[in-house]
């Protein structure tokens, strides 16, 4: 019986086996992919099918507890004592019991997920979708097909479709029809050539009225962020254009929080040999001479650091935000232009675990796992994952996320949209500060980081894999945040794949 297929009744010892055969002997690797996300993931399955790449080395690293890249940034606490595979066994238990946090693969749009996954199931082996098959259907539960539904959060909650289809307390009936035709007219393809006006100054927003603007400006910068009246008309028509699309789309069923596909993922790579270090973030990177690279990691769990040496470089992440150990000269020309003229915003997240026990019971009865709620009034979008955690975010420029008054504000508004839907004192102001009420035992997550989402310029996609060192490669979603992001990631991995297969 192969080590995939024993999983079930010996789950336990399959984990430990295939830990055992992942553990690298030696510090020299012949490739090295930086980053677990989706295209870390793709990179190490795909590069693990070329002739001699696995017997001379693959590690990944990654610098959360967790693959799955920044969707997912919570994990389990106090765990230093334990293995790599104690650890595992660990993320597995808070994944299927609802303990897990971060976003997980199900914020994910239908569509991108259905791509994505499509992608994902292509490079593996018929005893590994076995196995992914099996793995998920563990956590599947009758309630899993239900769809999502948006709502907006007022003294109660209105439902997205009844606000934006008759007059209601939040818009007029004239409001609701602009804001309607807004979201459907909204271009499925955009022109290569875009209008240079902020939205403000486009014909469509400047003639409508005063009063109208006012009683749009604050739903429009909910769907998308704040400010979207001075991005360019193209730009936030586009975003406007992923929200109508995503809104009301059912969680794609491999990629719900709870079934833990990220997990099944990390398996199959170790099963394949392949090293895959996680809480293990890269702090140096040099290229000697000899045109080899020498990579200096520290591990938070096991509290040591790393050394290894690679022939080959993949950076799987967001450029911007490995500038801390990327050398100016490793990038392009291109890359280096992209990174000035396009930074990413910052996504300003609260996560408040077991919602379900301290939400405002007159409010939110409707609300289930895999809704999205609206705060209008402080401008903050919320969805609730399926591990039952309520997630409220907020974007931010990059340059204002570098500011301590503006994250302050921000997490300012997402705590005041939090009082709404969670019960009384949960949240508790002293001193002007808003503290988790010790007596609730509710707990509450920041999270600040950068995403690959531009909102300033046009989003011209960047296909160079290339660095500016031989043997540095770069692939992701790091290029643009484009109307469709997963075919670059996936175009990416491919170029990056079809070099380095030359190179065998």
Not at 364 to 390: H, M, W, Y
Not at 411 to 424: D, P, Q, S
Request: overall charge neutral.
């Amino acid at each position: 019986m192969s080590i995939l297929n024993s999983w079930g009744q010996h789950s336990q010892q399959c984990v430990e086996h295939i830990f055992e055969l992942s553990q690298s002997q030696t510090h020299q690797r012949e490739t090295v992919i930086i980053g677990g996300g989706i295209s870390g993931i793709l990179t190490a399955l795909r590069l693990s099918r070329v002739p001699g790449k696995l017997e001379r080395g693959i590690t990944l690293l990654e610098s959360a507890p967790t693959l799955g890249g920044r969707l997912f940034f919570s994990a389990p606490q106090n765990a230093q004592a334990l293995s790599r595979s104690e650890m595992f066994l660990k993320r597995l238990e808070h994944c299927r019991t609802g303990k897990a946090g971060g976003f997980g693969f199900e914020s994910l749009g239908n569509e991108a997920a259905q791509s994505i996954e499509r992608h994902l199931r292509s490079a593996l082996s018929d005893e590994e979708l076995q196995f992914v098959d099996l793995f998920i259907s563990e956590a599947q539960t009758e309630t899993d097909n239900e769809s999502r539904t948006t709502f907006f959060v007022k003294k109660g909650l209105i439902p997205f479709s009844e606000a934006i289809g008759n007059s209601s307390e939040l818009l007029t009936r004239k409001e609701a029809e602009i804001l309607s035709g807004l979201l459907r007219d909204t271009p499925q393809e955009y022109a290569s050539v875009e209008s240079k006006l902020s939205w403000q100054e486009a014909p469509t927003w400047k003639t409508l009225t005063n009063a109208q603007k006012d009683s749009l400006q604050p739903f429009l910068e909910t769907l998308v962020a704040k400010g979207i009246l001075e991005y360019n008309e193209h730009t936030a028509k586009k975003h406007l254009d992923e929200f109508s699309r995503a809104i009301n789309n059912p969680t794609h069923a491999s990629f719900r929080r709870t079934s833990g596909f990220e997990l099944a993922c990390e398996l199959i790579l170790r099963s394949r040999g392949i090293e895959v270090l996680t809480s293990t973030k890269l702090v140096r990177l040099v290229s000697p001479q000899n045109h080899s690279f020498e990579l200096t990691a520290t591990n938070a769990a096991e509290r040591k650091e790393l050394q290894i040496t690679a022939s080959s470089v993949v950076i799987a992440a967001p450029l911007i935000s490995c500038i801390p150990f990327l050398p100016r000269e490793f990038l392009s020309g291109n890359q280096a232009k992209n990174i000035l003229r396009n930074p990413p915003s910052s996504l300003v997240v609260a996560e408040y675990a077991d919602f379900g026990t301290f939400r405002e019971p007159e409010v939110c009865a409707p609300l289930k796992p895999g809704d999205k709620v609206l705060f209008t009034t402080e401008r903050i979008q919320g969805t609730i994952n399926r591990a039952g955690s309520l997630l409220l975010f907020s974007f931010l420029n990059y340059e204002e996320s570098l500011q301590a008054e503006s994250v302050r504000e921000t997490v300012g508004r997402i705590r005041r949209a939090a009082n709404r839907v969670l019960v009384a004192d949960a949240l508790k102001s002293t001193a002007g500060r808003t503290l988790v009420h010790m007596n609730t035992g509710i707990k509450e997550r920041l999270v600040l980081m950068p995403v690959a989402r531009q909102f300033e310029n046009p989003a011209v996609p960047l296909r160079e894999v290339r660095m500016g060192v031989k043997g540095l490669y770069s692939c992701g979603d790091n290029f643009s945040f484009d109307i469709a992001p997963w075919k670059n990631i996936v175009q990416s991995v491919h170029d990056v794949i079809s070099i380095l297969s030359k190179e065998s």
